[in-house]
Structure formats: structure tokens, C-alpha cells
């Protein structure tokens, strides 16, 4: 499985992005579909996850009511819809892979997941 993600940019705050993660290869081996995103100086963390078959959603509390993730699987697409963006998401966004061979049945940690894109940034401006 291979992830290219794209869309970040510069945004004012309380503006829109959406983020896109382009999913390759095995995709029938993908379990959950991730969002992370790192800030300078900070830890990697979690923002938002999507079971790829089912589509179940969860979100980070800091996303919550702001991001929503959504996948196309006909596309193999995922996306991060974030509106009412703040500086504080200011950070580079990845998007990222667990497979049903590294699946431990949770999907919250960047430790869970076992194939990763590169980041795309996002920053936000006041």
C-alpha cells in the first residue's frame, strides 16, 4: 500500500481546507484510514481515523464538530474536510494506513499504523 497526500496550503483562520490521500496497491488489505498532523516542536497526533470498509468514523476531540474524514473507495481516496480552522492546526497533516495484517483492533496512535504518505502542510494565518 502506497499514500500520497496532497491539498494543504495557506488559509486565513476560520477558513476552509480539504485534504486529499490517494491510496495504492493492496488496497483491500487497508483496515482504517488515518489522519495526523505534527507541529513544530510538538508530538505527532491523532486527528481523525475512517474504517475503510464500513466507514466508521472518530475524531479527535480538537477535530470534533470542525473536520470531518470521509473515503471513496471506488476512487481509493481519503479526504480531511477541516472548516473553522484555527492557528493552533497549524502543523504538517499525513495521512496514513494500518493493514489487516498490523491491525491490532485500535487505530488512535501513529504506532498502529503501518504505511504512511507524506505530509502535506497546513498554516494558518490570523
Known amino acids: 500500500v502506497q499514500l500520497q497526500a496532497s491539498g494543504g496550503g495557506l488559509v486565513q483562520a476560520g477558513g476552509s481546507l480539504r485534504l486529499s490521500c490517494v491510496v495504492s496497491?493492496?488496497?483491500?488489505?487497508?483496515?482504517?484510514m488515518g489522519w495526523f498532523r505534527q507541529a513544530p516542536g510538538k508530538e505527532r497526533e491523532f486527528v481523525a481515523a475512517i474504517n475503510w470498509s464500513d466507514g466508521f468514523t472518530k475524531y479527535a476531540e480538537s477535530a470534533k464538530g470542525r473536520f470531518t474524514i470521509a473515503r471513496d473507495n471506488a476512487k481509493n481516496k481519503v479526504y480531511l474536510q477541516m472548516n473553522g480552522l484555527k492557528i493552533e492546526d497549524t502543523a504538517s497533516y499525513s495521512c496514513?494506513?494500518?493493514?489487516?495484517?498490523?491491525?491490532?483492533?485500535?487505530?488512535?496512535?501513529?504506532?498502529?499504523?503501518?504505511?504512511w504518505g507524506q505530509g502535506t502542510q497546513v498554516t494558518v494565518s490570523s
Open positions: 496497491g493492496r488496497t483491500a488489505s487497508v483496515v482504517f
Open positions: 496514513a494506513a494500518v493493514t489487516e495484517d498490523y491491525y491490532s483492533g485500535s487505530y488512535s496512535f501513529d504506532y498502529e499504523y503501518n504505511v
